[in-house]
Nanobody, 123 residues
Framework: VQLVESGGGLVQAGGSLRLSCSAS????????MGWFRQAPGQERNFVAS????????IYADAVKDRFTISRDRVKGTMFLQMSGLTPEDTAVYYC?????????????????WGQGTQVTVSS
């Protein structure tokens, strides 16, 4: 069971980044997946989630219309395309898999987590 995030880095406000999450097929093919983020001193918060087949997506209000979640089931990879980044988006971003097939907002619905990738947005 392994989830590995990549694609984080330092970007100026208004810029874009694309995060990737590589998952072992055993853990991800038939499960929903999601992205969460955690800023220093804050709780880990929901960002976006996608169902097992990519047909259902949900977003946090703070990122809706700026971020796009997608996945490639064959390759066992999930993506988060982020645009219009602001300093408030600075956080460690984590990918995770849900207990079932559908997209979910609650951390308690997720069973496997990656180690996170840092995203820093400068003003």
């Amino acid at each position: 069971v392994q989830l590995v995030e990549s694609g984080g880095g330092l970007v100026q406000a208004g810029g874009s980044l694309r995060l990737s999450c590589s998952a072992s097929a055993r853990t991800s093919t038939n499960n929903g997946m999601g992205w969460f983020r955690q800023a220093p001193g804050q709780e880990r918060n929901f960002v976006a989630s996608i169902s097992w087949n990519g047909g259902g997506t949900i977003y946090a209000d703070a990122v809706k219309d700026r971020f796009t979640i997608s996945r490639d089931r064959v390759k066992g990879t999930m993506f988060l395309q982020m645009s219009g980044l602001t300093p408030e988006d600075t956080a460690v971003y984590y990918c995770a898999t849900t207990r079932g097939a559908w997209s979910r907002r609650s951390k308690s619905d997720y069973i496997y987590w990656g180690q996170g990738t840092q995203v820093t947005v400068s003003s």
